[in-house]
């Protein structure tokens, strides 16, 4: 795909996948396993924003609902001096990925087992990031809102999507516009080995996110904006 990766990052990546396969026995953090598979879908895919341009990379970033990692992880490996945070509703999640930062002896990358709705009423992490992640996590609109509070003015807000956000657009639209983004590029691209088609959903902040958002834990899922 056209990526630049390092011997070094080929082998942090390879110590990541490792502890994914030991971790994934003990708790459930991926159905994706297989050597192959596992390369494309879960660090390739995460990579692709890398060949974007250095703009989204030169800030603190955050990976809201990480998961196991993805793609946060990938982008801390591949961007080394960018400060990486990493958020997760799961304390079992968020214990797996502090064993994957202690033995593959990553810096500047902090955890928080919290909610993304409380991450954004927070003073601390309110439009504190250059960069907002979030992979396969919500319908767009409702991940407009966990995110967009968290991005600093003139910063990014990237999804991770599947082939079929286009549908999901409309309503998001009208969420960024609430919430003080602006669409701002969408970037499909197909995976190797005929693995699938992905897009990057790409929204820059423009304005400040109003006061009342994020809504209480739980509420942006009910009740998404743009409905």
């Known amino acids: 795909m056209g990526l630049a990766i390092s011997e070094e990052q080929r082998e942090l990546l390879a110590g990541y996948y490792r502890l994914l396969v030991e971790w ?3 708790m459930n953090l991926t159905t994706i396993v297989e050597p192959q598979e596992a390369a494309v879908k879960h660090m390739l895919d995460s990579l692709v924003l890398t060949k974007l341009g250095e703009e989204f990379f030169s800030g603190p970033a955050v990976d809201v609902g990480t998961g196991a990692g993805f793609p946060g992880i990938p982008l801390k490996i591949a961007r080394p001096t960018m400060p990486m945070a990493l958020v997760d509703s799961l304390a079992k999640r968020v214990g797996f990925l502090q064993v ?6 990553l810096t500047g990358v902090d955890l928080w087992h919290r909610r993304a709705e409380e991450m954004g009423r927070d003073t601390m992490h309110r439009e504190g990031y250059h960069l907002v992640v979030a992979r396969a996590v919500a319908q767009l609109s409702v991940l407009l809102e966990y995110c967009l509070p ?4 003139g ?3 990237v999804a991770y999507k599947g082939p079929q956000v286009r549908e999901e657009l409309e309503d998001a639209e009208v969420a960024a516009k609430e919430l003080g983004g602006k669409l701002a590029a969408l970037k499909e691209y197909d995976l190797p080995q005929e693995m699938g088609s992905r897009t990057l959903v790409i ?3 423009v304005t400040p ?3 009342k958002y994020p809504r209480r834990a ?3 899922a009910r009740k998404p904006l743009g409905k």
């Open 100 to 105: 994957v930062v202690d033995e593959l002896g």
């Open 155 to 157: 910063g990014w807000f």
């Open 209 to 211: 996110t109003p006061g």
């Open 150 to 153: 968290l991005c600093r003015l």
């Open 24 to 26: 994934n026995a003990r």
């Open 218 to 220: 739980g509420i942006p």
């Open 203 to 205: 929204f820059q902040k």
